[in-house]
């Protein structure tokens, strides 16, 4: 979804990661969240704890870390000024899904259906969802020409991550297959919505 790392040491680093990430999501899979610790994520990896820690802060980032939000930023930056900034959301994403590989989407489908079905990273992925705010304000009150901070950017960023928001489950049940292409797709569904007033009845 990004330009792969040139330099030699981008590429191990890149690898590094890659590799800290890949193995912390077969143990959360294999032995549970909880009871897999920051020293057995090293090991598998064949790294040290500390280089655990250089790339990712605690081990509930591994699968936190949101690797989509920088990339539908920039697609929202360069969306042409003129495009209202929902608008300019929605088409953001509808590139970013297009440009997803399988691999990205597997990857995707399986840090989806851990954050869903650990609470506690369910309820860290909706802290979360503040400094999700923070960069889509950010962008919008850019494009705008309005300064950091803008309260209606804000608004209009806040309004845009609730109705992204309403398409997680209700119930809090987890599906079995994951995020799927129908996901997004509700998402551009309740950002349509969103642009056309909040319209109530059956869609």
Same mark, same amino acid.
């Given at each position: 979804?990004?330009? #792969?790392? =040139?330099?030699?040491? %981008? &590429?191990k ?8 990430? !890949?193995?912390?999501? $077969? ?74 590989? #399988?691999? =990205?989407?597997?990857? %995707? &489908? ?9 609470? !506690?990273?369910?309820? $860290? ?50 599906p ?7 996901d ?20």
């Open positions: 979804m990004t330009a #792969p790392p =040139t330099g030699l040491r %981008e &590429r680093k890149a690898k590094t990661r890659a590799a800290i990430r !890949e193995n912390a999501m $077969r143990l959360f899979e294999e032995q549970g969240f909880a009871a897999t610790t920051v020293e057995q994520i090293a090991e598998a990896a064949e790294v040290s704890p500390s280089t655990f820690f250089r790339y990712f802060p605690a081990k509930e980032d591994v699968i936190l870390v949101d690797d989509v939000d920088a990339v539908l930023v920039e697609g929202i930056r360069t969306q042409p000024p003129e495009v209202p900034p929902v608008e300019a959301i929605r088409a953001a994403m509808r590139a970013v899904v297009s440009e997803m590989s #399988p691999e =990205t989407w597997e990857f %995707e &489908r399986r840090r989806q259906l851990l954050v869903l079905g650990v609470p !506690e990273l369910r309820a $860290r992925m909706l802290q979360q969802m503040t400094g999700s705010i923070d960069l889509i304000a950010g962008v919008i009150a850019e494009r705008a020409g309005l300064p950091a901070g803008d309260f209606s950017a804000r608004v209009a960023a806040g309004a845009a991550i609730g109705a992204m928001l309403s398409v997680l489950p209700a119930d809090g049940m987890v079995a297959e994951g995020v799927t292409l129908g997004y797709q509700r998402i551009e569904q309740a950002l349509t919505l969103l642009q056309q007033g909040l319209p109530l009845g059956p869609r």
